[in-house]
T-cell receptor
């Protein structure tokens, strides 16, 4: 099946720094990328949706200037958490919608656990 | 917005028991997904359903579109089945809406 890689798998940073998370689809082209986050003991929540070459669409309550998404190519999308704060500590997962694969089939990156001190 | 409810939230069972996890949702959907999340956080897609029933090994998933309800069954449960099982609806260009998950522990 399709392979989705995500890097880094975990990161610890100081408050105020920025963290970039990369998500790559290795077998198929990702026309759309979903970014989810999961706080401890909570369900996964959609943060934003990006389409290759266009601006991301953010869910209500997600600050677009804080969570910068770049989807410049069909195999790479990045999420940058700018000026991270402890409340941004969460598990971030990318999920590409892959061209040529069943429209509803879901694939997920392995996730990035972010801890902001 | 779809509301996805799962039950039970936590389930501990003995090895070999038959397990049932339930999921209900509020708005009609094109597809429902059952996912498995391991302690490290990684998510694996188990099933995608739009109608009827699917079986894969010891796992069975059913869906009743009229009642907006789905169940995930595990037969002959094993400690390696211990994980969080998540029901999610939607997909395609709209992304998924997730339930809170069911924490399953199978004791030897």
């Amino acid at each position: 099946g399709a392979v989705v890689s995500q890097h880094p798998s975990w990161v610890i940073c100081k408050s105020g720094t920025s963290v970039k998370i990369e998500c790559r689809s290795l077998d198929f082209q990702a026309t759309t990328m979903f970014w989810y986050r999961q706080f401890p003991k909570q369900s996964l929540m959609l943060m934003a949706t990006s389409n290759e070459g266009s601006k991301a669409t953010y869910e209500q309550g997600v600050e677009k200037d804080k969570f910068l998404i770049n989807h410049a190519s069909l195999t790479l999308s990045t999420l940058t958490v700018t000026s991270a704060h402890p409340e941004d500590s969460s598990f971030y997962i990318c999920s590409p919608l892959l061209a040529g694969v069943s429209y509803n089939e879901q694939f997920f990156g392995p996730g990035t656990r972010l801890t902001v001190l | 917005k779809n509301e996805v409810e799962q039950s039970p939230q936590n389930l501990t069972a003995q090895e070999g028991e038959f397990i049932t996890i339930n999921c209900s949702y509020s708005v009609g959907i094109s597809a429902l997904h059952w996912l498995q999340q391991h302690p490290g956080g990684g998510i694996v897609s188990l099933f995608m359903l739009s109608s009827g029933k699917k079986k894969h090994g010891r796992l069975i998933a059913t869906i009743n579109i009229q009642e907006k309800h789905s169940s995930l069954h595990i037969t002959a449960s094993h400690p390696r089945d211990s994980a969080v099982y998540i029901c999610a609806v939607g997909g395609g260009a709209d992304g998924l809406t997730f339930g809170k998950g069911t924490h399953l522990i199978i004791q030897p």
